[in-house]
């Protein structure tokens, strides 16, 4: 069975960075896209960061510029670098991939992270 193991959050200043990674384990065929999203208390689930199988990136508005995304295929891993963090990037980050499949004869299928907490303080 795949399964998404999340490390990297933690507390830290304003200013500050930190790197997510995510680690797919399991049979897995393929990827297509990866994903980070994020959830602020009180808020909904939002769309942070995406990455498809070909490598390119897409952001959000309010981290543009200051978070990366990569993705390590031969690891099945991504990664979210976050510098310059902000307050208001307090949330828990929850790593996602699209159209998973474990075999080439299987439909695909999307597999969520168990989230890992980032507080940012001022």
């Known amino acids: 069975q795949v399964q998404l193991v999340e490390s990297g959050g933690g507390l830290v200043q304003a200013g500050g960075s930190l790197r997510l990674s995510c680690a797919a384990s399991?049979?897995?065929?393929?990827?297509?896209?990866m994903d980070w999203y994020r959830q602020a208390p009180g808020k909904e689930r939002e769309l942070v960061a995406s990455?498809?199988?070909?490598?390119?990136?897409n952001y959000a508005d309010s981290v543009k510029g200051r978070f990366t995304i990569s993705r390590d295929n031969a690891k099945n891993t991504v990664y979210l670098q976050m510098n310059s963090l902000k307050p208001e990037d307090t949330a828990v980050y929850y790593c996602?991939?699209?159209?998973?499949?474990?075999?080439?004869?299987?439909?695909?299928?999307?597999?969520w992270g168990q989230g890992t907490l980032v507080t940012v303080s001022s």
């Open positions: 990455i498809t199988s070909g490598g390119n990136t």
């Open positions: 996602h991939i699209s159209g998973l499949r474990e075999d080439w004869r299987y439909r695909s299928r999307e597999v």
């Open positions: 399991g049979r897995i065929f393929s990827i297509n896209a």
